[in-house]
């Protein structure tokens, strides 16, 4: 089963310097045909103007991922953590028994752009961790490598789910295989770029901001397809 959800599809929040796509039912937005893919209960896509942010909240047994697309997010937590997370970077927040953090863009004159990704734990109660990593362009060029996992590796950020997050970069005419995921689920978000979804005898088109939730599928295969210009996706492997 493949579900391709359009960008326009998505439901768009605008809070003063803080504009939001929301892939699943989130704070105001309750679409109860829409809340979940898995244990993936949301895929926000944010842009937050220089020099705003969001105050210090907390939250408590969730998995947290935030990617940046572009420009620099400032994290802060009650824990001591604080970082400027560049283009490029991942942060991997487990809340646990309790974390409060505040987001802000410490720029003067560029927005910042992330997408924030929440995860059900795959065990409750468990202490707070945060980390975060940068990958360049070059670690991530037509390579399917995680980047967060669920299992121990020193390459990936670690966090309390059985999943598996990879960001790869395409170049236009290259493609990736990717095996069948069995009874497992598969997320793609395209950030940029366009690409073409081979799945058995179907092909969908992807353009950016354009999501698909595939189960049940045989191997799938990604091409990009842009006019020498490559394609960035998130690829989310899940229960």
Not at 89 to 112: C, D, F, K, R, Y
Not at 133 to 158: A, H, I, T, W
Not at 217 to 238: F, K
Request: charged fraction near 25%; include cysteine; charge should be negative.
């Amino acid at each position: 089963m493949i579900k391709v959800v359009a960008s326009e599809e998505r439901h768009t929040s605008c809070k003063g310097p803080i504009h939001s796509e929301l892939s699943f039912s989130f704070s105001d937005y309750d679409d109860p045909s829409n809340t979940h893919f898995g244990c993936l209960l949301a895929l926000n896509d944010n842009i937050v103007a220089p020099g705003e942010g969001i105050k210090a909240h907390p939250h408590h047994d969730l998995e947290i991922v935030t990617y940046v697309v572009s420009g620099t997010l400032r994290h802060g937590d009650d824990r001591g953590n604080t970082q400027d997370l560049e283009t490029g970077s991942l942060q991997v927040m487990s809340a646990g028994t309790g974390i409060s953090h505040s987001e802000s863009n410490p720029s003067e004159h560029h927005p910042v752009r992330f997408i924030q990704m929440w995860f059900l734990p795959s065990q409750r109660d468990l202490l707070p961790a945060w980390d975060s990593r940068s990958y360049s362009q070059e670690e991530r060029m037509g390579e399917l490598k995680p980047l967060v996992s669920g299992k121990v590796n020193d390459n990936s950020l670690r966090l309390n789910q059985d999943i598996n997050i990879y960001v790869p970069i395409l170049e236009s005419g290259k493609e990736l295989n990717i095996a069948g995921c069995g009874k497992r689920r598969t997320h793609l978000f395209l950030l940029s770029g366009h690409v073409d979804l081979h799945a058995e005898t179907q092909k969908f088109s992807l353009n950016p901001g354009d999501t698909a939730r595939i189960k049940n599928t045989d191997d799938l295969i990604i091409r990009s397809t842009g006019s020498g210009e490559s394609a960035e996706i998130i690829i989310i492997d899940l229960p």
